[in-house]
């Protein structure tokens, strides 16, 4: 298929891809290189148009519209059925082609790739654009590696004051061995979140947006929107965290040299508003400057770790020695190898909650995921090797300090004794001091229990520890400030909540949030005038801990879906470690500070709720939608393996719509009774050619689906292509549904114009009727004083079968498919208004149960009454009785009913039901009835059979008289709801069946029109399918 001979080609014109232009483009008369020689074994082939505009030449003997793989034929996709680039549709290869001059054209991709290689890129676009004339070259954005962009990002915002003043404290109350075990137990954590980042962010091509667009991407924007906004806020307040430490530093140096500027608080605010004017300077300078600046404090911390190692080889100076510090001995590490807990803070997991918050940090790469060559490759490799040094050092200080220090110490040179001295108590007796004394009485000033400051005073040079603390929290503000705008503006160009999308915009090469890093400078500097960050601390690392839970319970749940789009290159994840580290991530929540977790938990069940409400219009194929998917499946499967039962029932609907915008009355009378409880399907039977008919369907099937969306109707769109009408709706019938949800009632409306119709349409109407029976269905029809159909005033096609008179100038109505619009304006269109919409008051919804069909006459308005716009009717029930029984009739029936657990307590008998009509209602159906008799004068069963050859709707006059009762029982019928249900807001009645082979069609249309013509309200012609919808028993 879609193949052309290939004969002998020049050898200047055999390579690569060839296009439509390179055939036609030719000498009228000439014989180019595509033109079919004598005896080829394709016949009459002309030049082709394809949607790619390309042929792709192979080395298989024949030349073929197929083309070769190619990476643009990939990027940019979005959802199933998309367009792709360069690669031809399925219609050209399938279906015979037709030459289009006007869409000729030279792809610069078909000349530059032949080889179906992935583009160059950006770089290859500045390339071509630096050679051309006239066009000025784009500067290249700054994309960074997983060195510098990644791994000591997140090194630096790993590391943090916690490093130089807390962890030799730590080690002094939990021993080395549980603090390597705390240490152990936080990159536990840490690690488990590294390998679900590197899973998520090796699953596809990553943008910018850092944790939200991984969050958002993989769990959808529900639970993605709600952690990128608070996890962007937690950025910014973090920005004045660290800048409020950095400045307290300050402020105890200058305390030391009596040098303050005002007084302690105030100079804190000063420091700190200067400290991150400058910082917003360096970012707003650039990323490159940004990531200049990270090196510089990079290197200052290292200079640092390496001065704190060189000073424990060095031998201690009595002064040193006075405040604890003896260099490496074995009697010391074996001391501080054990635990020795002080104070209110002195238990296992009170330090496990002061340290945790040092081992975090580690999304500070991810969080510049637009900045970065490749996120697929330096995410991972770069977050997980910052995890591993960053724990080393950890290690490395617990241990080399808790061998070099004791734990109490006075800093007092007079505390020198000999060696062996009696009345000496303690460790540091065997090296000459005696700190018995403030140890008994707990206060020594120096050692790992009590000084803060043991690094500095272990190092060789004390004053570049200093510098490192400066690195550490600088650093670390640096990376919160650059983190937050950027996540921000990708939840702000994703418009999930309103009034932030002027936060959006980028400005430059790379994009550069500037507008929210002013946002981010405001929020880090007012959290830092208010000088009281200890209350909001806790807040913020919950609000971290939050996104880990997230990115496990993320990278678990993509997994347990099983859904072919999540094939991570990344493998080295387990889906139940990833549950593991989210579940240890809440819990950890709650050691921390178990109000702080139940604020953040309240935060994001708010944001959450405000997107499901909503329902933002974004498809990012997120695994809730494979989840869903899968929910779906098993259910239907496991549905299926159970038996049905009469408790159990439910009216699943298969309504013959047309197009669902037709007819909105029927859709939103079933939508009213089937939503949230059973199935409802709009079908539509698209009569023509299937050749002509399957592009309209394909266009219009999604476009009618939002449209019930926008309508809040839940309910199933789907549509046949069939000759006629009948045909389709026996498709329908047999294919809809899916196991156990398959439809059971089908559900139209009521057509009006049968007397003018053509006599075939006439028939199959009926015909359709009683397809509904043959196939076990129950079947309802819906009649309105003003019909059903709006497509008048949509000026769209109509089906003809329904309402063709009512459209002549459509003629075979969908065959021209005049009305024929795109999804997006259909959707669009402005609903019209119906009456099921509106609250019905007061009134009465009458039931006209006549006949027993299962019960199934008094569900429908049962269900209906349960809404709330139809809660206040009062259901009547109406039953046909003999006069001299009427008690023992209702008493009856009111039994029955309350066996049925309906509700229904007015009941009604007619005893004049069976009462000879009024002449002229006689005489108004005998002239209904008469353009379609046979006047036949009684002749015999095979005459009246030749006569009738061709016209199976006329009625003989022998039919007539057999049926005279029955048709005097419509007529009587609607004298009875003239009188009783001329104000109910809706009848429903149990019609009359018509014996198939036996009633033609005309007498059945004229018994249902006698029934119910001239009637104000909504009237439901319901009929089941003789099996019980209702039962009284309980099991």
Not at 1008 to 1032: C, K
Request: aromatic letters at 10%; proline letters at 6%; charged letters at 20%.
């Amino acid at each position: 298929m879609a193949e052309l001979p290939i004969p002998d080609l020049p050898p200047a014109r055999c390579s690569g891809r060839f296009t439509i232009s390179t055939l036609l483009g030719m000498e009228e008369g000439g014989r180019g290189p595509y033109t079919p020689t004598e005896g080829s074994s394709c016949d009459s082939v002309q030049p082709t148009h394809l949607s790619s505009s390309t042929l792709c030449t192979r080395t298989f003997g024949y030349n073929t519209v197929d083309v070769v793989p190619a990476y643009e034929h990939y990027a940019d996709s979005k959802g199933v059925g998309d367009p792709r680039k360069g690669r031809p549709s399925l219609a050209d290869l399938h279906s015979i082609l037709k030459p289009d001059p006007g869409r000729l054209r030279t792809p610069v991709s078909d000349l530059q790739q032949s080889n179906g290689l992935p583009e160059a890129g950006p770089e290859a676009g500045l390339e071509e654009a630096e050679g051309e004339p006239g066009r000025d070259s784009v500067p290249e954005p700054v994309r960074f590696g997983w060195v510098k962009g990644v791994m000591i990002r997140c090194m630096l915002n790993i590391w943090g004051v916690i490093l130089y003043l807390r962890l030799p404290w730590i080690t002094a109350q939990a021993g080395i061995a549980l603090t390597w075990l705390i240490i152990l137990m936080s990159v536990t954590v840490t690690t488990i979140t590294g390998l679900s980042i590197s899973a998520i962010s090796t699953n596809g091509k990553v943008k910018s947006g850092g944790t939200y667009f991984l969050i958002s991407r993989s769990l959808g924007p529900e639970l993605g929107g709600s952690i990128g906004l608070i996890f962007a806020f937690a950025n910014a307040v973090a920005v004045a965290m660290h800048t409020v430490g950095f400045a307290e530093t300050v402020r105890d140096l200058l305390q030391e040299h009596n040098s303050l500027i005002v007084d302690p608080t105030n100079d804190i605010r000063i420091i700190g508003v200067i400290t991150v004017t400058v910082l917003l300077g360096i970012s707003l300078a650039g990323m490159e400057w940004e990531a200049k600046a990270q090196i510089l404090f990079f290197l200052v911390i290292l200079v640092s770790f390496i001065n704190y190692l060189v000073g424990t080889v060095i031998p201690a100076t009595a002064e040193k020695q006075a405040k604890g510090f003896f260099s490496y001995r074995a009697d010391i590490f074996a001391q501080n190898f054990v635990p020795n807990w002080r104070g209110p803070e002195g238990s296992f997991f009170g330090l496990f909650s002061i340290f945790f918050p040092s081992a975090t940090g580690i999304l500070a790469g991810a969080n510049i995921s637009g900045d970065l060559k490749d996120p697929a490759v330096a995410i991972p490799k770069g977050t997980l090797m910052a995890i591993f040094w960053t724990t080393m050092s950890y290690l490395v200080l617990s241990a080399t300090i808790g061998a070099c220090v004791v734990r109490d110490a006075s800093g007092s040179l007079n505390d020198s004794v000999a060696v062996g001295s009696l009345g000496c108590e303690g460790l540091a007796c065997s090296f000459g001091w005696n700190f018995t004394a403030c140890t008994q009485q707990q206060s020594c000033r120096y050692g790992l229990s009590n000084y803060y400051q043991s690094m500095s005073m272990v190092s060789g040079f004390g004053p570049l520890i200093t510098a490192g603390i400066f690195g550490a929290t600088l650093s670390s503000a640096l990376a919160c400030l650059v983190s937050a705008p950027k996540v921000f503006q990708c939840l702000c160009k994703d418009q999930l909540y309103p009034l932030i999308g002027f936060f959006g915009k980028g400005y430059g090469r790379n994009s550069e949030p500037i507008r929210g890093y002013m946002l981010t400078y405001v929020i880090a500097v007012g959290f830092i005038l208010i000088a009281e960050l200890n209350a909001i601390a806790p807040i913020i690392s919950n609000f971290f801990l939050c996104s880990y839970a997230l990115i496990n319970f993320s990278c678990f749940h993509a997994s347990i879906t099983n859904s072919p789009g999540w094939r991570p290159s990344f493998r080295y994840y387990s889906k139940w470690a990833a549950l593991f580290g989210a579940a240890v991530s809440v819990v950890i929540m709650f050691l921390l500070t178990w109000w702080a977790a139940l604020i953040a938990f309240g935060i994001v069940i708010f944001l959450l709720g405000y997107v499901l409400y909503k329902k933002p219009d974004v498809n990012w194929g997120s695994s809730m939608q494979a989840s869903s998917y899968n929910m779906a499946l098993n259910y239907s499967v496991g549905l299926s393996e159970v038996d049905e039962h009469i408790k159990n029932y439910r009216p699943q609907c298969l309504v013959l719509t047309g197009p669902p915008n037709f007819r909105p009355a029927l859709v939103d009378f079933v939508g009213t009774f089937t939503k949230n409880l059973s199935l409802m399907l709009c079908g539509n039977v698209l009569i023509g050619p299937q050749k002509q008919k399957m592009p309209e369907s394909r266009l219009m099937a999604d476009g009618h689906t939002k449209w019930l969306m926008k309508r809040k109707i839940k309910a199933f769109y789907t549509d046949v292509v069939a000759e006629d009408l009948r045909s389709g709706v026996q498709m329908l019938i047999q294919a809809a549904g899916l196991g156990k949800m398959r439809p059971n009632i089908l559900v139209l409306g009521y057509k009006r114009n049968w007397r003018t119709a053509s006599p075939q349409s006439l028939e199959d109407y009926v015909g359709i009727l009683h397809d509904a029976f043959d196939f076990k269905y129950g079947v309802c029809l819906m009649r309105m004083k003003e019909g059903l159909n709006v497509s008048r005033v949509l000026q769209a096609h109509v089906n003809p079968t329904f309402e063709a008179a009512e459209h002549p100038e459509n003629g075979t109505g969908s065959r021209a498919a005049p009305g024929t619009v795109d999804p997006t304006t259909l959707a669009s269109e402005q609903q019209a208004s119906t009456i099921f919409q509106n609250k019905q008051g007061k009134k009465t919804i009458d039931i006209y149960w006549l006949f027993d069909d299962g019960g199934l006459t008094l569900l429908i308005p049962y269900l209906l009454g349960r809404k709330k716009r139809w809660g206040k009717c009062k259901i009547r029930v109406f039953v046909g009785g003999q006069i001299n029984r009427m008690d023992e009739e209702r008493k009856a029936i009111v039994s029955l009913l309350s066996k049925f657990r309906l509700g229904f307590h007015e009941v009604h008998i007619l005893p004049d039901i069976n009462q000879k009509p009024r002449p002229e209602h006689i005489k108004r159906f005998d002239d209904l009835i008469a353009p379609f008799r046979l006047n036949d004068g009684f002749k015999d069963e095979a005459t009246v059979n030749e006569m009738r050859q061709g016209c199976p709707w006329k009625i003989s006059d022998e039919e007539v008289d057999k049926n005279r009762a029955k048709s005097l029982r419509q007529v009587r019928l609607n004298e009875i709801l003239l009188d009783y249900s001329r104000d109910a807001a809706l009848i429903a009645i149990t019609p009359p069946i018509g014996r198939k082979g036996r009633c033609p069609s005309s007498l059945y249309m004229a018994w249902l029109e006698t029934l119910s013509q001239d009637l104000r309200p909504p009237i439901i012609l319901t009929r089941g399918n003789q099996e019980n919808v209702l039962t009284f028993y309980c099991q």
